[in-house]
């Protein structure tokens, strides 16, 4: 009987201590160890679980919470109030957050500038998003306009140097018809890279502009921005204007530009440029009028076959292909036909005329 007594005040003592360990908070803490109304914090997620560095295993089904931040463990009935979200890992989250916004705000306001126009419009010099584009279109329209230029405005070179400039690749097959629009390209060569720009207070955006590029363009109404001294934005003219001294270099250079080696003799330049349509047009006139002359000089003589054959004569698509191909040719005043442009209206005849032969000799 005396055994009997001791074992129950043994279970009685272990109950105690049981209880003890759970808390007394019945609504926060179930006997599973999660809680009832709330979702858990992170805890280990069954009691035969360890935590890796420190090899605890949960007792009595109380479930361990861990604080990731701290490395911290307790028991799930130790939270006061909400057990959700440590106390320590939110007030980290907010002193981190807050430490990281004050340099960002401060390095903006470095960054900042203000137009010396009107000093209350702040700008930011930043990055556009046009980045990624082909322009390798658009780097081959700026070569071909640049050469019309030159072709158009010429001051130096001599007409050697002027057909050169010209569109004088290879000849054109006559055999051959090239597509001249709608082939695409399979590879790019220049891709573009976002560019700097200013973005004001005002909610304009203005380019970049340096110092070597004004002092290398007359066009003081250029668009952009451009900075002084004291974080000031200037346009190209109020730069100028304050900084005359940077452009002394550029015009100290013309008078050497009198000394320069005399214009050639003649003086020549090339104008109106031809397109695909014009030269589409010139040839299919010619197409017309060399076949309507090869029916009239064989009369009855044309069999069924030879006048269909004729009447499938084609132009070439390939002599009509040109960029910089001028119509005239202006020598100390006087205007001619462009010799280059001539010839390839000539070339294109005799791509005719060898259709019409072989149509002809078809019956032979």
């Known amino acids: 009987m005396n055994i009997r007594k001791h074992w129950k005040k043994v279970l009685l003592s272990s109950t105690a201590f049981f209880w003890a360990s759970c808390g007394g908070d019945s609504e926060s803490v179930s006997a599973a160890g999660g809680t009832t109304n709330e979702a858990p914090a992170t805890l280990i997620p069954d009691s035969n679980s360890t935590i890796d560095d420190g090899g605890m295993v949960a007792l009595y089904g109380v479930q361990a919470v861990i604080d990731l931040d701290s490395g911290a463990i307790s028991s799930s009935d130790s939270c006061d109030g ?38 209350t419009i702040t700008c930011v010099h930043t990055l556009d998003n046009d980045g990624g584009r082909c322009l390798d279109a658009e780097d081959h329209q700026k070569s071909v306009n640049a050469i019309k230029k030159q072709l158009a405005e010429n001051q130096t070179l001599t007409l050697e140097q002027l057909r050169e400039l010209e569109d004088e690749n290879e000849d054109p097959s006559m055999d051959m018809e090239v597509c001249l629009y709608g082939v695409f390209s399979t590879s790019c060569t ?173 019956e032979n």
Do not use: W
């Open 82 to 119: 909400d057990c959700t979200v440590p106390a320590s890992s939110e007030d980290a989250a907010v002193s981190s957050s807050s430490e990281s916004a004050e340099p960002s705000s401060s390095q903006s306001a470095d960054k900042k500038l203000r137009l010396a126009s009107d000093t």
């Open 190 to 362: 220049h891709v573009s890279s976002p560019s700097p720009i200013y973005k004001c207070s005002n909610g304009n955006i203005y380019s970049y502009n340096t110092v070597y590029s004004l002092q290398h363009d007359d066009d003081p109404d250029k668009g952009g921005l451009i900075e002084g001294e004291g974080k000031l934005l200037y346009t190209p003219k109020e730069y100028k204007e304050k900084y005359p001294e940077k452009f002394l270099s550029s015009s100290s250079e013309e008078p050497s530009s009198s000394n320069s080696a005399p214009p050639p003799s003649p003086l020549c330049q090339k104008d109106d440029f031809a397109t695909y349509g014009d030269m589409e047009k010139v040839f299919v006139k010619d197409r017309n009028d060399l076949v309507d002359s090869t029916k009239i000089a064989a009369g009855d003589n044309l069999s069924e076959s030879e006048s269909l054959c004729l009447s499938d004569i084609r132009i070439s698509t390939s002599y009509a292909s040109v960029e910089i191909l001028p119509k005239k040719q202006i020598c100390d005043g006087d205007t001619t036909v462009n010799p280059t442009y001539q010839e390839r209206i000539d070339k294109h005849k005799e791509f005719i005329r060898k259709q019409i032969k072989e149509c002809l000799d078809e």
